[in-house]
């Protein structure tokens, strides 16, 4: 059955109110009370069920945001009804899906963060240049310099023809790669250009500063061009901000993903991959569980070697010493349990730790004559305790969930024992381990390496 005209109108108006349109904006403006601002805007656009991000700073506003045509329209009309937000150029592009996730509204120091005073857009940048007319320009063959001021990441998705990369990775390393371009340029015209024009608005007049004498921006940025001259003259594909990725001249998504790890673009090829698994790893971040190991080892050493130096047991500190009482010493005065049970210390020694204060039971120091009894738990403080020097080379050979191999020198011993605490292997490793309780399985000791 052949439609009525009713019901084309019909069909064609549902497709149009499912598809998703994005818009982007910014304008340089001077702005106050930015957080009833926020507040506002943020209630607008849940209101209107739409999606991304708005930043706001005392320099303007920057936005990208999707939803459905009728409640866009309805945003638009907010801004262009706002006096500060008067005649802010939209720009327009359409997608199948929402291409963010949630709305946020947040105040910045700057909504193109760049760093470097001075430059207020709000009150001058550089003359721009119609798409029109850089496509003319183009169209002549002029002798123009194209300069992509996007970050390396984006440019190799696409570019202008003959368009110079200012080979950064972020735009705040912009100022620095601006006094590397050669002086051969800087009287010669000069037309910059980036994915939707705000960060041009900065870079201009930065450029003006360090002497380039004709300086343009290309009005709207890639997308205004693709939006008024499609693809001529570019080459590519153009990085987008959401989860689109990028856009063809067309304005039309691509196929091109992005990895949310390492955050590198990937073809067609790269998504098919085995070594790609959304949300976990690409074909550039993918890591072999042998090479996961070996970094994790890696990691593990340059932790114990960094605890190690200086030496815990080189720093005074108060050691604790436990003094557990056996059975056979049961119902002994303390001072001949101590002399008994340490046969090898001068006789007096213990008395005088006594007197000093320094046995303590519960943290509470013991009496002369105390009573002492079988499984008590008694301590020897050791205060400003310093222990001798000892080869801390020890290199870890084996992680995994449950158990750990080292390799140590052969004076390191493995617990606390003799004159020897914190410069213990069980101490640094229970040190680089937080959380965890490093137990002794199996040992080669003594005078042999293991």
């Not at 005209?5 to 403006?29: C, H, M, P, Q, W």
């Not at 909504?111 to 169209?139: M, N, Y």
């Not at 002369?368 to 050791?382: D, E, F, K, T």
């Amino acid at each position: 059955m052949i439609p009525t005209a009713v019901e084309l109108r019909d069909s064609i108006e549902g497709d149009l109110n499912t598809k998703f349109v994005n818009i982007s904006a910014y304008k340089f403006v001077s702005l106050e009370r930015l957080a009833d601002r926020r507040l506002e805007l943020l209630q607008r656009c849940q209101e209107l069920n739409l999606k991304g991000t708005i930043l706001l700073s005392p320099e303007g506003i920057n936005l990208f945001v999707a939803g459905l045509r009728s409640n866009i329209n309805s945003m638009c009309d907010f801004f262009h009804s706002q006096t500060e937000y008067a005649g802010l150029p939209i720009k327009e592009s359409e997608s199948a899906e929402q291409p963010f996730t949630r709305m946020l509204v947040r105040i910045k120091k700057e909504i193109i963060a760049f760093g470097v005073d001075g430059i207020e857009p709000s009150t001058r940048t550089s003359p721009k240049l119609k798409p029109s007319q850089l496509k003319q320009w183009l169209d002549e063959g002029r002798d123009v310099t194209l300069l992509d001021v996007r970050n390396d990441y984006e440019i190799s998705l696409g570019s202008f023809e003959r368009a110079r990369a200012i080979g950064i990775d972020n735009f705040r390393n912009f100022p620095t790669a601006v006094r590397e371009l050669p002086d051969s340029i800087k009287q010669k015209p000069l037309v910059m250009f980036c994915t939707g024009g705000i960060r041009c608005e900065k870079a201009g007049p930065l450029m003006e500063r360090e002497g380039f004498a004709n300086v343009y921006q290309l009005d709207g940025g890639i997308l205004q061009y693709f939006a008024v001259c499609g693809g001529t003259h570019y080459r590519g594909e153009c990085f987008v901000f959401d989860k689109r990725v990028a856009v063809d001249p067309q304005l039309n998504e691509t196929e091109t993903g992005q990895c949310y790890v390492c955050q590198h673009l990937l073809s067609q090829p790269d998504q098919q991959s085995e070594k790609y698994v959304a949300g976990q790893h690409c074909p550039y971040c993918y890591r072999s569980p042998t090479e996961i190991a070996q970094q994790r080892i890696r990691y593990r050493n340059s932790q114990i070697h960094a605890f190690c130096d200086p030496l815990p047991g080189m720093q005074a500190y108060d050691n604790h010493r436990p003094l557990n009482v056996p059975l056979r010493f049961e119902g002994l005065k303390i001072e001949q349990f101590l002399d008994d049970y340490h046969p090898h210390v001068e006789n007096g020694y213990w008395n005088n730790e006594i007197a000093a204060g320094r046995i303590l039971f519960k943290n509470q120091p013991v009496e002369s004559g105390s009573i002492v009894w079988a499984g008590q738990r008694l301590v020897h403080l050791l205060a400003g305790s310093i222990e001798p020097a000892v080869n801390v080379d020890i290199q870890l050979i084996y992680e995994d969930e449950y158990l750990i191999a080292v390799d140590k020198p052969a004076p390191l011993p493995m617990h606390p024992c003799g004159r020897f605490n914190r410069n213990s292997l069980s101490y640094i490793l229970n040190a680089v381990y937080p959380g965890e309780k490093i137990r002794m399985t199996h040992r080669l000791d003594a005078n042999t390496t293991g």
